[in-house]
């Protein structure tokens, strides 16, 4: 009688504290319940404050309001770090005003928080457009190719890498190291050889002009003996025109320049028409530029 008395005690002790338990666990996941739905509801207002603010920003940029408009980005990139909108559109606003550096933040910023790849390619071909207006083409081709690694179907963008690789190649960056040292020993590889060049086409000019003043003493001299010739002949009248032997040696007196050579001329005619070319398509790009920013609308929260 005594041991059932005692099992039965031990049942109740257990039966208590499985209901402790249990009374515990579903206290902690109701109080858990709360917070999510405490944070939930936090975040939806942070969000609606965000869109509420780009939203203004918008408006005030429309209406060429630029300090009005980048303080409301501030302030909600402030409120919610995580903007992308809100980044991604005050480096709009920054490129629009030629504010490159400030643009160029705030892209990559919107780069780095964008959770999409299309809103990642937006970020990073903006970013490309910055750094073109900057001259920073090797930034530029860099930004491009993070563009299209996320959209690789965009023909714009590939347009501007190939602009910004064009351009980096004509105005390669100065003082810089490994590769752009080689340019620069290859371009002075090359000025040397367009000196030395220069120097064979001068002697060849100055060879050419010294066989040219023996040509034309000699034919003053066979000149002369002719008109003494003519004068003593009755019977043969002075010539007006020389005739083709005399000719021939009238054109050999111009300079000619040598085989697989340019002459000094040839050669200044040739730079004049690079420089024409070069000027060309400099207008070309400031006419054109790169193909424009791409604009984002707001987002829908």
Do not use: C
Not at 227 to 252: H, L, M, R, S, V
Not at 272 to 297: D, F, L, P, Y
């Amino acid at each position: 009688m005594k041991l059932k008395d005692k099992m039965r005690n031990h049942k109740n002790i257990f039966s208590i504290l499985v209901m402790v338990t249990l009374l515990v666990f579903s206290s902690e996941i109701s109080a858990q319940e709360k917070e999510d739905k405490t944070l939930q509801k936090e975040q939806k207002q942070l969000l609606r404050e965000t869109k509420q603010l780009n939203s203004e920003a918008s408006v005030a940029l429309a209406e060429d309001k630029f300090v009005e408009g980048e303080a409301d980005y501030r302030k909600a990139i402030a409120i919610n770090p995580k903007s992308e909108t809100a980044k991604y559109n005050l480096g709009n606003a920054y490129y629009n005003k030629a504010k490159n550096d400030e643009a160029m933040s705030r892209f990559q910023q919107a780069a780095d928080v964008a959770t999409s790849k299309n809103d990642k390619h937006s970020a990073y071909h903006n970013l490309g457009n910055t750094y073109m207006n900057a001259k920073q083409y090797q930034d530029a081709v860099d930004a491009y190719k993070n563009a299209l690694r996320n959209n690789p179907n965009d023909d714009e963008t590939r347009y501007n890498l190939a602009l910004a690789k064009d351009l980096l190649e004509k105005n390669p960056p100065k003082g810089g190291e490994g590769d752009n040292k080689d340019q620069d020993k290859n371009q002075d590889k090359n000025d040397q050889n367009e000196d030395n060049q220069d120097k064979k086409d001068e002697e060849g000019k100055d060879k050419e002009g010294s066989e040219g003043d023996e040509e034309e003493d000699k034919d003053k001299g066979d000149e002369q003996n002719d008109e003494k010739k003519g004068e003593n002949e009755e019977d043969k009248g002075k010539p007006d025109q020389p005739n083709e032997g005399e000719q021939d040696k009238a054109d050999k007196k111009q300079p000619q320049p040598q085989p697989g050579q340019m002459s000094p001329q040839q050669i200044k005619n040739l730079l004049e028409a690079m420089n024409n070319e070069e000027q060309k398509v400099q207008e070309k790009i400031n006419a054109k530029k790169q193909k424009g920013a791409k604009v984002k609308s707001e987002k829908d929260w």
